[in-house]
């Protein structure tokens, strides 16, 4: 017998030996602190949609309009809630493999999915929708889409954003921006506001297009790749940025964190910050996690920390709410937590199921809304 094959079952057993005895790396979550006093809570309703047809599901935010809370399930069936009483009013089947949370408004739904289809509808006369149209892209979608007035703008993975038309689908403009070889899964969605629309991209730039003919008002550098490798240099734009009093807040993975003047592209102040989470905001601050599960307050105006709570260390939390004297963030073992807005101090957590959420909670009225990896969706809010 070749000597070779005599040591291979040697070589084996070495090699299951050293694996076996292998360090796990992986950061193991925090323990959960005891609450002094705790936050009185309270359960609204519950839903399982049963949107986890596949691993896509974490992706499907749902949309909250005209007190109706609209989900999708990566089947492709939209679910019509009453926001108030979690009640169904509606089921509708698009048989679209949805990737992608809703986007839209009252008047008209989008639906995207992991095949590169665009569909728009529209409410019909009874309880239900229709189709109003429906297109192909060469590329998967994995941002909401944008509706505003009368286009719809759309963020692909291969680097393209498309102006389409509201009425009947049909493209207006797109530009392409490059892609690095190596980026998240995600892709942050267009902000639309007065003549132009803002998108970040994977090579950690903002850039603000003109709306109706998406020519460049300006671009703006968040974060500069870095690094030998390819995933050192992983600068995304992927976190939902938000816009307040002529202001967009954006933040980068691996990068930085950023007050850029929307008018004009001009950076007011920025930081170390490494986060793909959305950003929630109020009249004196701006609330984020970042990619350690760390959940920050920051200064509008100057960009310092107010205040930094680590409590919930790698427990992989969503992106925060806001909710008048609170910041709600999700985590992975289904526990919604609750935190005092003014210093951070954490007043109260509430089991909301038992798997993971992804979506930063949807602030319904004086609720939060969540939906876990299984479709169960969950309003929750203070007890007064």
């Not at 990737?99 to 839209?104: F, N, Q, T």
């Not at 889409?145 to 719809?152: A, T």
Request: net charge negative; aromatic share 8%.
């Amino acid at each position: 017998m070749n000597p070779v094959l005599k040591l291979l079952p040697l070589l084996l057993a070495a090699m299951l030996v050293a694996c076996s005895s292998a360090k796990d790396n992986t950061e193991q979550p925090a323990e959960l602190t005891v609450i002094r006093d705790p936050l009185s809570l309270k359960r609204n309703w519950e839903i399982e949609t049963g949107a986890s047809a596949n691993a896509a599901s974490y992706r499907l935010r749902p949309l909250y309009s005209d007190n109706r809370i609209y989900s999708i399930d990566t089947r492709g069936t939209i679910v019509c809630l009453d926001a108030t009483y979690g009640t169904t009013l509606w089921r509708y089947s698009t048989g679209l493999r949805a990737i992608a949370g809703l986007g839209g408004n009252s008047e008209l739904l989008l639906v995207t999915s992991r095949d590169g289809e665009i569909a728009a509808y529209r409410h019909a006369a009874e309880e239900g929708l229709e189709e109003s149209w429906k297109i192909r892209i060469d590329s998967e979608i994995r941002a909401i889409p944008v509706v505003d007035g009368e286009q719809v703008f759309v963020r692909s993975v291969d680097g393209r954003l498309r102006g389409l038309s509201a009425a009947d689908g049909s493209q207006l403009w797109v530009v392409t921006r490059r892609v690095p070889p190596l980026s998240l899964t995600g892709n942050s969605e267009p902000l639309v506001a007065g003549g132009l629309v803002f998108s970040g991209f994977d090579d950690g730039k903002l850039v603000a297009f003109e709306r109706d003919n998406g020519e460049i008002r300006w671009e703006s550098t968040i974060s500069v790749p870095s690094g030998r490798t390819e995933v050192e240099r992983m600068v995304d734009l992927d976190g939902r940025f938000a816009l307040r009093n002529g202001i967009i807040y954006i933040s980068s993975f691996q990068g930085r964190l950023a007050a850029v003047q929307a008018t004009s592209g001009d950076l007011l102040w920025s930081r170390e910050f490494s986060s793909f989470q959305p950003i929630a905001v109020d009249d004196r601050a701006i609330y984020l996690s970042d990619d350690k599960s760390h959940l920050w307050s920051i200064d509008l105006r100057t960009g310092s920390a107010l205040w930094k709570q680590d409590v919930l260390n790698a427990r992989k939390i969503t992106g925060p709410a806001v909710l008048g004297e609170h910041v709600v963030v999700a985590d992975l073992d289904g526990l919604l937590h609750w935190f005092n807005r003014e210093d951070g101090k954490l007043v109260r957590r509430i089991h909301i199921g038992f798997a993971r959420s992804y979506a930063q909670p949807l602030v319904v009225g004086d609720a939060v809304v969540t939906v876990d990896k299984y479709g169960q969706l969950t309003s929750v809010s203070v007890n007064r």
